[in-house]
């Protein structure tokens, strides 16, 4: 079977592989995440080792994992580490069947936290809610847990709502976009 060209998100499955088997050392994890990786690493002309040796160390400057050099270098997850992960778990979650209802945020961010306030945006858009107005996005399926995940990675609390809307008048247009037209009654 001939794969195609699929983006693999390194972080995530080094991160995932650690919170499976806990504490590991380096010279563990490796050969655990090559296994994993080694279908799309087939390519890749360089030692494979190394390349997710050095993979760790960038997560580690991340902030994401911690290597303690006195315990054989063992590998743990960080706080960061374990909400990333429940980052990448939340917005990798399967839409359900439409309930009719939309998901509503809007935010009113001061000027003084603006990159806070652009990855918001940039991080709602990718999850895949569409601007409505200013500072007013929407989504058709359930959402709650990501808004909650970004009102506290983005430390924001009460300046980002988020409403579910029974009824939304002009929503034609909504429902073409997101395909959902089939649920008209």
Same mark, same amino acid.
């Given at each position: 079977?001939?794969?195609?060209?699929?983006?693999?998100?390194?972080?995530?499955?080094?991160?995932?592989?650690?919170?499976?088997?806990?504490?590991?050392?380096?010279?563990?994890?490796?050969?655990?995440?090559?296994?994993?990786?080694?279908?799309?690493?087939?390519?890749?002309?360089?030692?494979?080792?190394?390349?997710?040796?050095?993979?760790?160390?960038? %997560? $580690?400057? *991340?902030?994401?994992?911690? !290597?303690?050099? =006195?315990?054989?270098?063992?590998?743990?997850?960080? /706080?960061? @580490?374990?909400?990333?992960?429940?980052?990448?778990?939340?917005?990798?979650?399967?839409?359900?069947?439409?309930?009719?209802?939309?998901?509503?945020?809007?935010?009113?961010?001061?000027?003084?936290?603006?990159?806070?306030?652009?990855?918001?945006? %940039? $991080?709602? *858009?990718?999850?895949?809610? !569409?601007?409505? =107005?200013?500072?007013?996005?929407?989504?058709?399926? /359930?959402? @709650?847990?990501?808004?909650?995940?970004?009102?506290?990675?983005?430390?924001?609390?009460?300046?980002?709502?988020?409403?579910?809307?029974?009824?939304?008048?002009?929503?034609?247009?909504?429902?073409?976009?997101?395909?959902?037209?089939?649920?008209?009654?």
């Amino acid at each position: 079977m001939r794969m195609k060209n699929k983006e693999v998100n390194f972080e995530k499955v080094i991160l995932t592989t650690l919170a499976t088997a806990g504490i590991l050392t380096v010279a563990l994890l490796a050969p655990n995440v090559i296994q994993i990786l080694n279908p799309f690493l087939k390519s890749k002309k360089y030692n494979k080792s190394y390349y997710i040796k050095e993979k760790i160390k960038k %997560l $580690e400057e *991340k902030g994401l994992l911690k !290597i303690n050099e =006195q315990d054989n270098y063992g590998v743990t997850l960080t /706080e960061k @580490g374990k909400r990333k992960l429940e980052y990448y778990k939340i917005t990798e979650k399967k839409k359900e069947k439409w309930d009719g209802k939309w998901r509503v945020v809007i935010f009113d961010v001061w000027e003084n936290t603006r990159r806070k306030r652009d990855t918001l945006r %940039l $991080e709602i *858009k990718k999850y895949g809610f !569409i601007q409505l =107005q200013q500072s007013v996005w929407i989504y058709p399926y /359930e959402c @709650g847990e990501f808004i909650e995940l970004l009102k506290t990675d983005l430390s924001f609390g009460k300046n980002i709502r988020y409403m579910i809307v029974e009824k939304l008048d002009q929503d034609y247009n909504l429902k073409k976009y997101f395909r959902l037209l089939s649920y008209i009654y």
